[in-house]
């Protein structure tokens, strides 16, 4: 649990410790809430989606979310598009 000096101010680096101290369960919870809540926080009204793109990115989110197992990780994605360019590229070039 945060906690908060006689002032109630925390540092910007209080803060990131006690978010990497939380477990993968908490930061997820974390990460929702802010997300949910960043117009407000931030005060940015401009983010410049439609209500169906927000609600494309929610539904995203929460298969995301509900089957972590479905996502692909980051890491080697530029190398696998490019290996399906080239894929379908070869397909291609040999059905002339």
């Keep these: 649990m945060l906690r908060f000096d006689k002032l ?3 540092s910007l680096e209080q803060l990131e410790s006690a978010i990497l101290g939380l477990t993968p369960e908490e930061r997820q919870r974390l990460a929702v809430w802010f997300e949910e809540n960043r117009h407000e926080l931030l005060g940015d009204e401009s983010d410049g989606l439609t209500k169906e793109q ?5 539904r995203r989110r929460d298969l995301a979310v509900a089957h972590p197992e479905l996502l692909e990780p980051w890491d080697g994605t530029i190398e696998r598009v490019r290996e399906r360019l080239h894929e379908f590229h070869r397909q291609k070039t040999s059905a002339r």
Excluded: H, L, P, R
């Design 54 to 58: 927000e609600a494309e990115v929610i």
């Design 8 to 10: 109630n101010y925390v």
